[in-house]
């Protein structure tokens, strides 16, 4: 491997390692507004999310136009006979692939948080809505009554 070349794909593991970890900070805010349950907060840490997402694709990309290949690996056991960096290449290689992990968990955790409020958003609306099987509505002097005056009381 030419020490140009190696020199130019060390720099680009570590940008894009300082990238992956503004995504995880991302995805911890995005948590956190979740658990908040505050749409504000929430709407800007997905915009934010979805900002890095890109910076990090667009580095990926141009750290791939360097390798000439998706596999890290295979490239430096093609190309690493003797060069210098390859172990700083090796590490920044691991450290991705942990912090990559770790950033997919927290995403499929945030997924599984997004799924149970929509259930009981949804549980809540159906229980909102008049003339549903099941429901049961009361008057003002707890008398059960299957028309109370039903009312829409808005739309989504």
């Known amino acids: 491997m030419p020490a140009a070349a190696l020199d130019a794909v060390i720099p680009a593991l570590t940008q894009e390692l300082k990238a992956l970890q503004q995504v995880s900070e991302a995805l911890i805010a995005e948590h956190k507004a979740l658990v908040d349950v505050d749409p504000g907060d929430l709407e ?3 915009l934010h999310k979805n900002q890095l997402l890109t910076e990090l694709a667009n580095l990926r990309h141009a750290r ?3 390798t ?3 596999s890290l690996v295979q490239f430096l056991d093609d190309n690493a006979a003797g060069a210098t960096g390859v172990d700083e290449a090796r590490a920044l290689i691991e450290q991705l692939r942990s912090l990559g992990k770790a950033c997919q968990q927290q995403n499929q955790s945030n997924g599984r948080l997004i799924a149970g ?3 009981n958003t949804e549980g809540a609306l159906s229980v909102l809505r008049a003339g549903e099987a099941g429901v049961t509505l009361y008057g ?6 299957s028309d109370l005056g039903s009312r829409i009381l808005g739309t989504a």
């Open 68 to 70: 000439g290949t998706g």
């Open 44 to 46: 800007q840490a997905i």
């Open 117 to 119: 409020l929509k259930e």
């Open 140 to 145: 003002q002097d707890g008398d059960r009554s």
């Open 64 to 66: 791939e136009t360097l």
